[in-house]
């Protein structure tokens, strides 16, 4: 089973426990699963999550440079 799949088979099963909603460096609101990882945008308007963000591993990318030792 590879990590990725394994990943979001546990965030379907997630109940979901929302942080406080941010605010990211291009200006999107987002709200952040505290036990699963999974990233959703927020709407201030309405106080609400909007729609679930793709995430680093989702689309293929690194989220962070890796360190050269």
């Not at 291009?26 to 106080?47: K, N, P, R, S």
Request: net charge positive.
């Amino acid at each position: 089973m590879s990590t990725p799949f394994l990943k979001r088979l546990l965030q379907s099963c997630c109940r979901h426990n929302f942080s406080w909603p941010h605010t990211g460096v291009h200006g999107q609101d987002y709200q952040i699963c505290v036990l699963c990882g999974a990233t959703y945008e927020y709407d201030w308007a309405t106080m609400k999550r909007t729609r679930r963000l793709a995430s680093a591993e989702d689309t293929g990318q690194q989220s962070f440079p890796s360190r050269q030792a």
